[in-house]
């Protein structure tokens, strides 16, 4: 009979364990240690970058249009895609069109500077918030299913005005000082 935690050859006599089985049975537990540390780090490492979440696209650009997001300034292109925060500027003979996730339009004309400060939005109920700013330029704005299913969490601010859209298509503009 063999007892638990001996080993023992094949005419029954106690062997030791030597440096090559203690590794082999040990690196298992030491995979397993590792793996668990590995994963805290990954979890922790995504816990401090907050997922972003696309808000829209653009779909038409003409002449030199910037978006800045964080601290970089990038070309815009058609098929970019737009975040919460992202502030588009347009040059003198430039212009955008871009289609936020809830089918919303938005166009800015030319001299135009348009942050989408905030962007939410259900899929499965249609149902979000919309807030932006125009600081100075042109905005078309044809509102989407926020528009249909919370047309009171849609909002546009200006230097001087807020407007709480409740119709589905309007235009602004904010002349430069």
Not at 74 to 97: E, F, M, S
Request: glycine share 10%.
């Amino acid at each position: 009979m063999q007892a638990i935690g001996r080993v023992q050859n094949d005419k029954g006599e106690d062997m030791q364990r030597g440096p090559v089985s203690q590794v082999i049975w040990r690196a298992p537990a030491l995979v397993a240690v590792l793996a668990s540390m590995w994963m805290s780090v990954a979890v922790a490492q995504t816990a401090d970058k907050p997922v972003r979440t696309q808000a829209g696209i653009v779909k038409v650009v003409s002449g030199d249009v910037q978006v800045q997001r964080q601290e970089q300034k990038l070309p815009a292109q058609v098929g970019d895609k737009l975040y919460p925060g992202d502030r588009v500027v347009t040059a003198a003979d430039a212009a955008i069109g871009i289609t936020l996730r809830d089918d919303t339009l938005m166009s800015l004309g030319p001299r135009s500077s348009f942050v989408l400060e905030d962007f939410k939005f259900n899929e499965s109920s249609g149902e979000g918030n919309i807030a932006a700013r125009l600081a100075k330029g042109t905005l078309r704005y044809v509102s989407g299913l926020i528009g249909k299913h919370s047309p009171e969490r849609q909002q546009i601010s200006t230097p001087t005005a807020t407007i709480g859209i409740r119709g589905t298509d309007f235009i602004v503009e904010v002349a430069s000082e």
